[in-house]
């Protein structure tokens, strides 16, 4: 039995707007490796912090460790809380108790 020329006509329009979908967007697999790099770039940042932040920590503890009077200390020991707090509060690094 032949199909009815507007049951035709809604073929042809289901198949053109189907071709024209498929080309207009790739898929959800296209983006996947662009998702993986971009979360690759953005654990690089979060590694260079950490390192900063336990360089930091070393260089205060040496310089405190070289320090030879105890006003020298005290002032060493309040830059480190500084910069600590700073970098805490810039979530650059957690705090003692989390």
């Given at each position: ?5 507007r ?18 967007s ?16 953005r ?29 020298q200390?005290?002032?060493?020991e ?11 509060t ?9």
């Amino acid at each position: 039995m032949a199909k009815s020329p507007r049951a035709r006509a809604a073929v042809r329009s289901r198949r053109t707007s189907e071709a024209k979908a498929g080309a207009r967007s790739p898929g959800l697999s296209a983006a996947v490796p662009m998702l993986k790099f971009a979360q690759e770039m953005r654990r690089w940042p979060d590694n260079v912090l950490g390192i900063a932040g336990s360089a930091t920590e070393l260089s205060l503890n040496l310089a405190q460790a070289r320090a030879k009077e105890p006003r020298q200390r005290q002032a060493i020991e309040e830059a480190g809380s500084l910069l600590r707090q700073a970098r805490e509060t810039a979530g650059m690094t957690k705090t003692a108790g989390q």
